[in-house]
């Protein structure tokens, strides 16, 4: 008998297991179809012994104290600040556009003061910013917008950034110094020996079993559990009864190069002519030393695993029609970017999941060490409680 089945072993399944088994003394199932642990977070080393992340970079960064001190926990930290280009008019520029972008692209020598007027002159605002082209009119202009992020949001996204909400394109900054940092979170490191032995230390507790290489639904009626978290799809956990919500997708192409460095930055984006939209170079993440380098082209894609919820309002409104079956199931508790449709960072999943921890931890009551669950384990199958919920 295990009290709680969790579905999917990347941030929101790893965190709520290891809190629910360490900090609550649960008996723990983790359940995912995948190979190994991490989700899309997972990283291994290659044919050539490389440390590279196999479903494109993962950059660690947050300004949650809570955060940032409970993954300490299970990993040491080395201190890493990002830094993206991106292929422009052939030359590579600073992203976000910054005071170095500018005088670069129009080989100007303006001071900080000059570059704000630069921006105010030539941006568009709008009355009302509801969508991603709003947003970024509004900071830079058109031609800045047609150059560095139109066709980029277009290849990412297969929908024109007038298509898409704003919160999209608002998470991109804009600067008139020469701060070159993609983010300025308070916390910007990586795991000094990756992700995934992260999640194993995580993972690694007398009441936790994991299978990988298993569906959940394989085994849910021969399992004899309390509780489930699930962190999969919310329109797939209902066998899309309402419709399916659209999810974007990439394909990664890796390729080992027989020189120490690659390219001058860690990821170079492409928001122009070429298929792909980025360029990663592992080593800078990881700070690994190497004579040969290891690098990701992404293509996005409808097909394939899901990686990002689209933010469109349609696709909004049918997530909240999921939330209400979603909601018939206290017994099922949706955690993550595909079970709550959103788009979060990694920090925020784990921060999503600890806060359902603290939440679903008051209806537990203590017995000695162990802490069960009071009158709301399943009285049916699980199986069974889904057809109901979806009824």
Avoid at 130 to 155: A, I
Avoid at 233 to 247: H, R, S, V
Avoid at 315 to 340: C, Q, S
Wanted: glycine fraction near 6%; aromatic fraction near 12%.
């Amino acid at each position: 008998m295990f009290d709680f089945l969790v579905v999917g072993a990347g941030f929101a399944g790893a965190v709520l297991a290891e809190r629910l088994a360490v900090g609550s003394g649960l008996k723990v199932l983790v359940c995912e179809k995948r190979s190994h642990v991490g989700g899309n977070a997972y990283d291994c080393y290659d044919d050539h012994g490389i440390l590279i992340h196999r479903y494109g970079p993962h950059i660690f960064h947050t300004n949650s104290k809570q955060v940032f001190e409970y993954l300490s926990r299970f990993t040491e930290w080395r201190p890493y600040e990002h830094r993206v280009l991106a292929s422009v008019d052939g030359m590579t520029l600073p992203l976000p556009i910054n005071l170095d972008t500018l005088n670069q692209l129009y080989g100007m020598n303006l001071t900080s003061e000059q570059a704000k007027q630069f921006l105010a002159s030539v941006a568009l605002p709008r009355e009302r910013c509801t969508t991603s082209e709003d947003v970024m009119l509004g900071k830079v202009g058109k031609e800045l917008y047609e150059k560095f992020f139109r066709s980029y949001t277009r290849k990412q996204w297969d929908l024109d950034p007038s298509e898409l909400d704003a919160s999209v394109l608002a998470r991109v900054p804009v600067r008139t110094n020469r701060d070159a940092r993609y983010f300025t979170d308070t916390y910007q490191v990586m795991p000094s020996n990756g992700f995934t032995r992260m999640f194993e230390r995580m993972l690694d507790h007398p009441n936790i079993k994991v299978l990988t290489n298993t569906d959940y639904r394989e085994i849910v009626d021969e399992v004899s559990f309390g509780e489930m978290v699930y962190t999969g799809p919310i329109d797939e956990f209902f066998q899309y009864q309402l419709g399916k919500l659209p999810y974007r997708s990439l394909i990664f192409k890796h390729q080992t190069v027989e020189r120490e460095i690659y390219q001058n930055a860690p990821v170079i984006n492409y928001p122009n002519e070429q298929a792909y939209t980025r360029v990663t170079e592992f080593k800078y993440l990881t700070g690994q030393k190497h004579p040969k380098s290891s690098i990701v082209f992404e293509y996005p894609s409808a097909e394939g695993d899901p990686y990002y919820p689209v933010p469109k309002k349609e696709n909004a409104a049918l997530y909240a029609r999921y939330k209400e079956l979603a909601d018939e199931m206290p017994n099922v508790h949706f955690v993550g970017r595909l079970a709550t449709y959103k788009y979060y960072n990694m920090d925020q999943v784990t921060a999503q999941a600890l806060s359902t921890y603290s939440k679903m931890n008051g209806t537990f009551t203590m017995k000695g060490t162990r802490r069960t669950m009071e009158s709301n384990l399943l009285s049916e199958p699980l199986t069974q409680n889904i057809a109901l919920a979806a009824s």
